[in-house]
């Protein structure tokens, strides 16, 4: 009888995409929320431009997670069937790998957004 051993030592590829969401966001939603009430009174094209892009991106990051999330889970779905098919087990940890999947155009645009806003 073989034991198999737990890896405590490799963290879950969503726990990254998280972490980064928490680190970042704040100073994001910080940085807009502070420029949108510099300019309440007179708004100039610039401040426009960033209220259209922040509604924009999380549209298309929405978009881009669904079709992410989906092609992870057939990705799954696949290696699942090929495994009972064939007889051989798979280790990987599917839940995860459809979150972090989802949550990656968050991140992408997260990080984009702090290192715009930040200069």
Not at 30 to 59: I, L
Not at 74 to 103: C, F, K, P, Q, Y
């Amino acid at each position: 009888m073989t034991r198999r051993r737990l890896s405590l030592s490799v963290a879950p590829k969503s726990s990254t995409e998280m972490s980064t969401l928490m680190m970042l966001s704040p100073f994001v939603i910080g940085s807009r929320m502070m420029q949108f009430w510099m300019s309440a009174t007179s708004p100039t094209a610039t401040d426009r431009d960033e209220m259209s892009r922040m509604v924009g991106e999380k549209m298309q990051a929405a978009g881009e997670s669904l079709v992410a999330m989906n092609m992870a889970a057939m990705e799954a779905a696949t290696e699942a069937t090929l495994g009972a098919v064939t007889g051989r087990s798979s280790h990987s940890n599917h839940g995860d790998a459809i979150l972090s999947a989802g949550l990656k155009p968050y991140t992408k645009r997260v990080r984009a957004n702090r290192k715009r806003l930040s200069k």
